[in-house]
């Protein structure tokens, strides 16, 4: 138990910054790998630029990579605030200075 005035006691050190990015960042480009794969092998950017955004002129190579991207961001959204809820409390519950 601490006071106001000993340090907490926590439950493990502080992670590296590299290796909490990276704990963010793999599982969400492999989990875009996938989602890019399934998703483009029923889609054709050629179609879903003509059906969205026509005036682009945007090749098939580029509509993979948009897609792959847009699919990273969102999976990386999804981790960082899976690790932004799963931080020990007891890093962030001190009492307020006075």
């Given at each position: 138990?601490?006071?106001?005035?000993?340090?907490?006691?926590?439950d493990?050190?502080p992670?590296?910054?590299?290796?909490?990015?990276?704990a963010?960042?793999?599982?969400?480009?492999?989990?875009?790998?996938?989602?890019?794969m399934?998703?483009?092998?029923?889609?054709?950017?050629?179609?879903?630029?003509?059906?969205?955004?026509?005036?682009?002129?945007?090749?098939?190579?580029?509509?993979?990579?948009?897609?792959?991207?847009?699919?990273?961001?969102a999976?990386a959204?999804?981790?960082?605030?899976?690790?932004?809820?799963?931080?020990?409390?007891?890093?962030?519950?001190?009492?307020?200075?006075r």
């Open positions: 138990m601490t006071t106001p005035t000993t340090p907490p006691v926590f493990h050190p992670r590296p910054l590299a290796q909490r990015i990276g963010i960042l793999w599982p969400s480009f492999f989990a875009a790998g996938v989602a890019t399934v998703f483009f092998a029923f889609v054709d950017p050629l179609v879903l630029r003509d059906a969205t955004f026509p005036q682009l002129h945007i090749t098939r190579g580029w509509g993979y990579t948009l897609g792959f991207f847009a699919f990273w961001l999976t959204s999804s981790s960082l605030f899976t690790w932004i809820l799963l931080r020990p409390a007891s890093r962030f519950n001190r009492p307020l200075p």
